[in-house]
Structure formats: structure tokens, C-alpha cells
């Protein structure tokens, strides 16, 4: 199957609206970018996929001159790797494992590579989800699960964090093996546990509800659509995390989940992570 990219470029004070209404696509499976082409100046906005243009066509409308092109066969994975490098995010030392040197004393460090699972730590949700659990009193996340736990690398830099058993669950089980690989490769395999789940819906996360912790890092529309299932499995007083959601979008998001109690926000670019509590 044929990989191919779409890309134009629009003025700062578009940039935002662009990836607002482009980013559906991603439930799709399409990867939505989007890079600065000079400082203050004009924004670069990329899709890329694979097959069928049709969607991908039918989202850019009126966008200012969109240019196709067919990408070569190559290794994308290993592209990525390659072009994957370490950074700090909280407490955390994000890195490929072929950069494993050079991390700042004190940090936790957290082995992802680029692969088939969402969740390498580079987008803003993830480094969000990663600030906000660092905030978090330990004696308060004990029994913790990741919705949506795509890579793993919030499951499993929650049992880094803190030494403590994880769940995660995620509904593509590539994802899911992809996620313990990436457990064991971090020396905490035995501490997470990573299912096949349709949101909590799973034998082994609903064994373990209520829960003190979860974190659910997805899009906007399996937040709203899974609201009652996740308030549904919080103890008292538990603590959610969510992310996958834009500036304008965190409104809409509270009133699905308008019997918790709203404790903080961490903002990234145009997205958001929030914090809030059951009673």
C-alpha cells in the first residue's frame, strides 16, 4: 500500500483553527503535524497516510494550495527512531534505546522508541499527562489504570514513579503487546499489566475498580463517549487525568464529567491536560 503526504502552509493566526479542524483525522488513523517554517512566521501543517486519499481530501476543503506527495518505500519506524531524541519532561528522562547515555542525575528515565503504538512522549498530551502524574501525592495513586495506554509510556512511567503495580488497557491488541514489550524493556514487566480493552470494559480492570488513579490520554470524542464508564470506576476522592483535548474543547469535556471536582490544567500549545477529582 502506497504511503503518501499532504502538506500547505497558512499564517500563525491559522494554525490553530487548522489543527482544530483537522484533527478528527487522527481517529482515522492519519498523523496530523505541524511545524513553524521561520520564527513568528508561517505555519507548515502535514498529513500523512497510506491508500485512500478520499478523507484526507474531503477535511482540507479550502485549504490554501495543498501539495500531494507519494512517499518511497522505506522503514518509517526505523526513520522515526532515528530521528527520535532524548528530552526532560517533568521528573522524567525520555529516550530511544539506541541514546541511552547522557541523562541528567536525578531523572527518571523512560526507554520508548518510535513503533506502531501512539505515545513516544514528543506530543504535547504526553508530556502534559507526564507534568500533571508528577504532581500527584503517591499515597493517593495506589490502585492506578490507563485507559487508552497506547505505547504505555504513562502506565509505565507511573510504576516507575512510584514502584507500584499499573494497569493499563488499550483496543488494538498490537498496541497492547507493543505496550509490554515496552514495559519489560523498562525493568517494570512485572509491575504493569497491559489488557485488550474496549475503554475499562475488561475482566481485569473491572476485578480491580474502583480505582484511585486513571488516566485516559485519547481524543476528545472516546472522552466524551466513555465519561460515565470512567467516572463510573473511581473511588472516592480518586484523581482523573485526561488529555487529548484542545484549548476550546476543555469546556465541553467538563460537563461530560460535571460531578468531579475540577483541580488543575496544564496547557501545550493548543492542547490541554486536566486534573479533576470525584467527591
Given at each position: 500500500?502506497?504511503?503518501?503526504?499532504?502538506?500547505?502552509?497558512?499564517p500563525?493566526?491559522?494554525?490553530?483553527?487548522?489543527?482544530?479542524?483537522?484533527?478528527?483525522?487522527?481517529?482515522?488513523?492519519?498523523?496530523?503535524?505541524?511545524r513553524?517554517?521561520?520564527?513568528?512566521?508561517?505555519?507548515?501543517?502535514?498529513?500523512?497516510?497510506?491508500?485512500?486519499?478520499?478523507?484526507?481530501?474531503?477535511?482540507?476543503?479550502?485549504?490554501?494550495?495543498?501539495?500531494?506527495?507519494?512517499?518511497?518505500?522505506?522503514d518509517?519506524?526505523?526513520?522515526?527512531?532515528?530521528?527520535?531524541?532524548?528530552f526532560?519532561?517533568?521528573?522524567?528522562?525520555?529516550?530511544?534505546?539506541?541514546?541511552?547515555?547522557?541523562?541528567?542525575?536525578?531523572?527518571?528515565?523512560?526507554?520508548?522508541?518510535?513503533g506502531?503504538?501512539?505515545?513516544?512522549?514528543?506530543?504535547?498530551?504526553?508530556?502534559?499527562?507526564?507534568?500533571m502524574?508528577?504532581?500527584?501525592d503517591?499515597r493517593?495513586?495506589?490502585?492506578?489504570?490507563?485507559?487508552?495506554?497506547?505505547?504505555?509510556?504513562?502506565?509505565?512511567?507511573?510504576?516507575?514513579?512510584?514502584?507500584?503495580?499499573?494497569?493499563?488497557?488499550?483496543?488494538?491488541?498490537?498496541t497492547?503487546?507493543?505496550?509490554?514489550?515496552?514495559?519489560?524493556?523498562?525493568?517494570?514487566?512485572?509491575?504493569?499489566?497491559?489488557?485488550?480493552?474496549?475503554?475499562?470494559?475488561?475482566?481485569?480492570?473491572?476485578?480491580r475498580?474502583?480505582?484511585?488513579?486513571?488516566?485516559?490520554?485519547?481524543?476528545?470524542?472516546?472522552?466524551?463517549?466513555?465519561?460515565?464508564?470512567?467516572?463510573?470506576a473511581?473511588a472516592?476522592?480518586?484523581v482523573?487525568?485526561?488529555?487529548?483535548?484542545?484549548?476550546?474543547?476543555?469546556?465541553?469535556?467538563?460537563?461530560?464529567?460535571?460531578?468531579?471536582?475540577?483541580?488543575?490544567?496544564?496547557?501545550?500549545?493548543?492542547?490541554?491536560?486536566?486534573?479533576?477529582?470525584?467527591?
Amino acid at each position: 500500500m502506497s504511503s503518501w503526504k499532504a502538506s500547505f502552509v497558512v499564517p500563525a493566526i491559522e494554525r490553530l483553527p487548522w489543527e482544530e479542524a483537522l484533527e478528527h483525522l487522527n481517529e482515522d488513523g492519519f498523523v496530523v503535524t505541524s511545524r513553524e517554517v521561520s520564527r513568528d512566521g508561517p505555519w507548515r501543517i502535514e498529513i500523512f497516510g497510506e491508500g485512500a486519499r478520499q478523507k484526507v481530501e474531503a477535511a482540507l476543503g479550502d485549504a490554501p494550495d495543498p501539495h500531494w506527495e507519494e512517499l518511497p518505500d522505506a522503514d518509517w519506524v526505523a526513520e522515526n527512531q532515528r530521528s527520535f531524541r532524548p528530552f526532560e519532561v517533568g521528573p522524567f528522562w525520555v529516550h530511544p534505546s539506541h541514546v541511552a547515555d547522557g541523562m541528567p542525575a536525578g531523572l527518571v528515565p523512560l526507554r520508548i522508541d518510535a513503533g506502531l503504538a501512539f505515545g513516544t512522549g514528543t506530543h504535547a498530551t504526553t508530556r502534559g499527562c507526564l507534568k500533571m502524574l508528577a504532581t500527584l501525592d503517591p499515597r493517593e495513586t495506589a490502585n492506578a489504570v490507563d485507559v487508552g495506554s497506547g505505547s504505555g509510556i504513562l502506565a509505565i512511567a507511573m510504576a516507575k514513579l512510584w514502584q507500584r503495580p499499573v494497569l493499563g488497557g488499550d483496543n488494538d491488541a498490537e498496541t497492547v503487546a507493543v505496550a509490554r514489550e515496552n514495559a519489560e524493556l523498562n525493568g517494570v514487566g512485572d509491575l504493569c499489566r497491559f489488557v485488550h480493552a474496549a475503554g475499562l470494559l475488561a475482566a481485569e480492570l473491572e476485578e480491580r475498580a474502583p480505582f484511585n488513579l486513571v488516566v485516559a490520554n485519547i481524543l476528545a470524542g472516546p472522552l466524551t463517549h466513555l465519561s460515565v464508564q470512567i467516572s463510573a470506576a473511581l473511588a472516592p476522592g480518586g484523581v482523573l487525568v485526561l488529555s487529548g483535548l484542545l484549548h476550546n474543547q476543555e469546556n465541553m469535556i467538563l460537563s461530560f464529567y460535571h460531578r468531579l471536582r475540577f483541580v488543575a490544567r496544564h496547557r501545550d500549545g493548543p492542547w490541554s491536560a486536566l486534573v479533576l477529582e470525584a467527591p
